[in-house]
């Protein structure tokens, strides 16, 4: 077996569709998409190299300063509770939902420390640092960023803030502008770093051979760079030529593992919705909310955005997603043809609009941080905000998992 790289960088398989693309020669603030599915292919950006690195350095020195210092503070009746970034995801292993903790822990914490440092790493020891560990660390920071979800967490923080006001006194503290900050000059790094250029400087090859004709191409999901390999079909086991991740002709198994990710996301819906998502002490007195309670209550209170905006997030959005999952997936198995820029589409607005749906398990771990003053005015966690969190996260996986070109094989074979 003899795998060659084309001759560049120019040629592409979309990752979406599988037609084989030219990229156009680099021109800042172009946007090459796939003319056949509309798929980005290059954002070619304007910024020097140094901007990405600037923002992503402020971004991480907000972040470190939203770690430590205290993010808000209530007063009820002359009691008063301080809440940092991380009392949230502990007060959910007090209460005995460790999964929920650790997610809110990793999305929160984790991973946009993770994302900063890595392409602060990436961009700052682009001439220093051995290009296989720059490679594999800007592969990382690409996988990681959605994510890290201080921006979905603000929103998160904006329903739990109106819904604090109803009951005591809130007072906004320094880490709560530092992590507005933070997310601020976060989206200016990710908005602003070229990936096609940054993998091109990664690519330390002296020369790239010739394509080989009737080969197999193996377009990257890591880096995007067309792998040709010989013989057609490619053997298994076949790394990218330019960033070392595997790559597949289609992703492996992938109507089956979207399948399962699917179904599990399916059976978690139903308690989801069911069960209660958290309970409100006050003066002794318990209350339960599920979903569809906490929207209920935001539009008595005359707090329509927020109804709306929750309504969407936490109701619509998985609803959604689980729909046209299904519908993706069967059309896929039963290599149904038309409406295909449609179904890509679908297939696109999930994937971008999945992670927002974390509005209200970010509500809970912030409400549960604050309010603990026992029988006096208490809010705990509830099954339900488990079971909610591991719907969006298997939701994620299937959107992942799933290869849409399989969609576009039912009507563009690969092997002709
Ligand atoms: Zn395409
Ligand atoms: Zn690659």
């Known amino acids: 077996m003899e795998t060659v790289a084309h001759p560049g960088e120019d040629q592409r398989e979309c990752s979406q569709c599988g037609l084989l693309c030219r990229l156009p020669p680099r021109y800042p603030g172009l946007v090459a998409d796939c003319p056949r599915c ?33 993010f808000l503070e209530i007063h009820i009746y002359g009691r008063f509770s301080v809440a940092r970034l991380s009392t949230g995801p502990a007060q959910f292993v007090l209460e005995g939902f460790g999964l929920a903790g650790a997610l809110v822990f990793t999305v929160t914490l984790i991973a946009p420390a993770l994302k900063l440092g890595l392409l602060t790493l990436t961009l700052g020891g682009l001439r220093v640092l051995p290009p296989s560990w720059l490679k594999l660390m800007f592969r990382l920071y690409l996988a990681l960023a959605p994510w890290a979800m201080i921006d979905v967490y603000l929103l998160g923080f904006l329903v739990a803030y109106t819904k604090l006001t109803a009951y005591a006194l809130v007072h906004l503290d320094t880490a709560l502008y530092a992590l507005i900050c933070c997310m601020l000059t976060m989206a200016a790094a990710d908005g602003s770093v070229d990936i096609e250029q940054i993998w091109r400087t990664l690519d330390t090859r002296a020369c790239t051979p010739k394509p080989v004709r009737g080969s197999a191409h193996l377009g990257c999901h890591a880096c995007g760079y067309l792998n040709t390999a010989a013989p057609n079909p490619a053997p298994p086991g076949m790394r990218c030529l330019r960033c070392d991740a595997p790559v597949h002709v289609r992703k492996p198994n992938s109507l089956s593992r979207a399948w399962a990710f699917l179904l599990a996301a399916m059976c978690l819906y139903i308690p989801a919705n069911i069960y209660p998502f958290m309970a409100l002490t006050q003066l002794a007195h318990t209350t339960t909310y599920t979903i569809f309670g906490g929207i209920i209550e935001l539009a008595q209170a005359g707090l329509w955005p927020l109804a709306l905006l929750v309504f969407f997030a936490s109701f619509t959005i998985p609803l959604l ?96």
């Open 38 to 70: 509309g798929n980005v292919l290059w954002r070619m950006r304007r910024s020097r190299r140094s901007y990405p690195l600037s923002c992503a350095v402020a971004a991480l020195l907000f972040y470190l300063f939203a770690l430590v210092a205290p």
């Open 321 to 416: 997603k689980i729909l046209l999952l299904i519908y993706m997936l069967i059309t896929a198995q039963l290599r149904t043809k038309g409406h295909l820029r449609f179904r890509t589409g679908a297939y696109r607005f999930i994937d971008f609009i999945g992670r927002w749906s974390m509005i209200d398990v970010f509500m809970v771990s912030i409400l549960i941080a604050l309010m603990r003053f026992g029988q006096f005015a208490s809010v705990h966690a509830a099954i339900g905000s488990v079971c909610f969190g591991g719907v969006v996260v298997l939701t994620i996986f299937a959107v992942e998992a799933f290869d849409p070109r399989l969609m576009w094989d039912a009507e563009h074979p690969i092997y002709e």
